[in-house]
């Protein structure tokens, strides 16, 4: 089976960026996806195939995807960005999800 | 507006059977491919099911591959997933969410998701 591998936990100071990454083996042959969960919320889709923002995402959200790890960059993030953020790609007919990283913003 | 609303979700005894409606507006609903995805208690997400937009095709996570099956009402604008033989694992919210296409595959992502139904499994 196909995994991605995300750190459980970053933290960042409010305004500087943050980067989150997601790894798995030649992942930057498959497109990624990210979603932001919020507490007690649903998630929401924030970048659509590697680097695609969906519309009404701030353009301070951004990501790449290259050799084995893909990246969600948040720049001058801000505390409303505090959430898990998990990555998506797909292994076949089975969609996969990776196990989560929780941004701290402090 | 697309809205998403599950329910059937609660407290069911290890072994005991549920099944969950997900009813849908705001979108022609046999135009896109449904999915369910669940979250434990503190944990991931985990994709668990997806159907097509016509019902021909499902698909099936390995951890419910034979106990759990999706299926819909075109109709009734209605997505289901009938669970049984259920265990302490499968607590979790369960989300209905909404392909952005038509056919279930590589390539889908989802654009909407439902609140969520919790489902508890114990004794």
């Known amino acids: 089976s196909y995994d991605l591998t995300q750190p459980p936990s970053v933290s960042v100071s409010p305004g500087q960026t943050a980067t989150i990454t997601c790894s798995g083996d030649k992942l930057g042959d498959r497109y990624v996806w990210w979603y932001q969960q919020k507490p007690g919320q649903s998630p929401v889709l924030v970048i659509s195939q590697d680097t695609k923002r969906p519309s009404g995402i701030p353009d301070r959200f951004s990501g790449s995807n290259s050799g084995n790890t893909a990246t969600l960059t948040i720049s001058g993030t801000q505390a409303m960005d505090e959430a898990d953020y998990y990555c998506?790609?797909?292994?076949?007919?089975?969609?996969?999800f990776g196990g989560g990283t929780k941004l701290t913003v402090l | 507006e697309v809205q998403l609303l599950e329910s059937g979700g609660g407290l069911v005894q290890p072994g005991g059977s549920l099944r969950l409606s997900c009813v849908v507006s705001?979108?022609?609903?046999?135009?896109?491919?449904m999915s369910w995805v669940r979250q434990a208690p503190g944990k991931g997400l985990e994709w668990v099911s997806g159907?097509?937009?016509?019902?021909?095709?499902?698909f099936y996570a390995d951890s419910v591959k034979g106990r759990f099956s999706i299926s819909r009402d075109n109709s009734k604008n209605t997505l289901y997933l009938q669970m049984k033989s259920l265990t302490v694992e499968d607590t979790a919210v369960y989300y209905c969410a909404k392909d952005v296409f038509v056919n279930y595959g590589s390539g889908s992502y989802y654009n909407f998701w439902g609140q969520g139904t919790l489902v508890t499994v114990s004794s």
């Open positions: 159907i097509s937009g016509s019902g021909g095709a499902t």
């Open positions: 998506q790609a797909w292994d076949t007919n089975i969609l996969i």
């Open positions: 705001g979108f022609t609903f046999s135009n896109y491919a």
